[in-house]
């Protein structure tokens, strides 16, 4: 299948925020319950939050109440707005489907710095 198609990264000022955007094949869209990893450098990618279904969402305790993740079917994009972001938040940004299945994009990198 495609790649995800990742944007929306940047440089941001601590306690600011951006909104990441995702544009996915339609056929993985409507299949899978999506979700979106970070990869800071040094450590290993990993999954900050999820999509279950239409209203099911789950979030690491790191970004827990900071992040949103939602899904616009007619448009087969996934975002994931933070908010209130950290310097811990540095990373670069990827969505998959919540068990890894397709191949993974380019990522966007978000940069948390003053």
């Known amino acids: 299948q495609a790649q995800p198609v990742e944007s929306g990264g940047g440089l941001v000022q601590p306690g600011g925020s951006l909104r990441l955007s995702c544009e996915v094949s339609e056929r993985a869209f409507t299949t899978y319950s999506m979700a979106w990893y970070r990869q800071a450098p040094g450590k290993e990618r990993e999954r900050v939050a999820g999509i279950l279904s239409d209203t099911g969402t789950k979030y690491a305790d790191s970004v827990e109440g900071r992040f949103i993740i939602s899904r616009d079917y007619a448009k087969n994009t996934l975002f994931l707005q933070m908010n209130d972001l950290k310097r811990e938040d540095t990373a670069v940004y990827y969505c998959?489907?919540?068990?890894?299945?397709?191949?993974w994009g380019q990522g966007t990198e978000v940069t948390v710095s003053t």
């Open positions: 998959n489907t919540l068990a890894g299945l397709l191949h």
